[in-house]
């Protein structure tokens, strides 16, 4: 087993994952963005839960930010439907990017990752998922260039992180094909919060559970 290696042996191992990960996602987002440049993206509609949706996308990055020493908050408030109809994979897409990013580029204290319900009816949910950090914030100059294909916040980013510039011109497309709409706040010293606003619609499920508004 990889524990039982000798040290050179693990730090070389790790390093193989490290390197086959990254290029694993790189290969991903070119896909992902050449599909969507292609308008051959198609979406599921099928039922879920978002706020099992939001607790295993933060679990998988939970060991990411306790490697940093960060804080990891998740939270549905009231009102967001047990269930709702749409593409769980590309969801969970979307917010693995945004919380993704905010522990890579937070070097202290937290990530929140929160949904709530902005409005709900009978036949349809539009809900809010805000993902906010602690980081070093952006300038106005920086958030302009954050969705364009191929840029990054800062031309020092790939060089100390990595990646295409792809992840959230992918994310602002998806979350555009979800009838959605995504804005950064921002500034320097104070951290980031990225709002992405999506519809969904509301199953059979939903409308016994009474967690509607006719």
Same mark, same amino acid.
């Not at 390093?15 to 987002?29: H, P």
């Given at each position: 087993?990889?524990?039982?290696?000798?040290?050179?042996?693990?730090?070389?191992?790790?390093?193989?994952?490290?390197?086959?990960?990254?290029?694993? $996602?790189?290969?991903?987002?070119?896909?992902?963005?050449?599909?969507?440049?292609?308008?051959?993206?198609?979406?599921?509609?099928?039922?879920?839960?978002?706020?099992?949706?939001?607790?295993?996308?933060?679990?998988?990055?939970?060991?990411?930010?306790?490697?940093?020493?960060?804080?990891?908050?998740?939270?549905?408030?009231?009102?967001?439907?047990?269930?709702?109809?749409?593409?769980?994979?590309?969801?969970?897409?979307?917010?693995?990017?945004?919380?993704?990013?905010?522990?890579?580029? +937070?070097?202290?204290?937290?990530?929140?990752?929160?949904?709530?319900?902005?409005?709900?009816?009978?036949?349809?949910?539009?809900?809010?998922?805000?993902?906010?950090?602690? $980081?070093?914030?952006?300038?106005?100059?920086?958030? #302009?260039?954050?969705?364009?294909?191929?840029?990054? #916040?800062?031309?020092? +980013?790939?060089?100390?992180? $990595?990646? +295409?510039?792809?992840?959230?011109?992918?994310?602002?497309?998806?979350?555009?094909?979800?009838? $959605?709409?995504?804005?950064?706040?921002?500034?320097?010293?104070?951290?980031?919060?990225?709002?992405?606003?999506?519809?969904?619609?509301?199953?059979?499920?939903?409308?016994?559970?009474?967690?509607?508004?006719?």
């Amino acid at each position: 087993e990889l524990a039982d290696a000798p040290p050179r042996v693990q730090e070389y191992l790790e390093k193989i994952r490290t390197a086959s990960e990254s290029l694993l $996602g790189i290969v991903n987002d070119i896909l992902d963005f050449s599909k969507m440049e292609a308008g051959k993206l198609q979406l599921e509609r099928i039922p879920f839960k978002p706020e099992d949706i939001i607790e295993r996308v933060a679990s998988l990055l939970s060991a990411r930010a306790r490697e940093k020493g960060l804080e990891l908050a998740v939270g549905a408030m009231p009102g967001v439907p047990m269930q709702v109809l749409g593409d769980p994979t590309r969801l969970s897409q979307v917010l693995t990017n945004l919380l993704g990013n905010a522990i890579k580029f +937070t070097e202290a204290g937290e990530v929140d990752l929160t949904v709530e319900p902005v409005h709900v009816t009978a036949t349809e949910a539009y809900l809010r998922f805000t993902v906010s950090d602690t $980081g070093p914030g952006m300038t106005e100059a920086q958030q #302009a260039r954050l969705f364009q294909a191929f840029s990054q #916040a800062d031309v020092s +980013t790939t060089r100390k992180h $990595g990646g +295409t510039g792809l992840g959230l011109a992918i994310t602002k497309q998806l979350v555009e094909s979800m009838d $959605g709409n995504i804005s950064v706040q921002s500034a320097p010293g104070q951290g980031s919060e990225f709002t992405c606003t999506m519809l969904f619609g509301l199953c059979d499920k939903c409308k016994e559970s009474g967690e509607i508004e006719d």
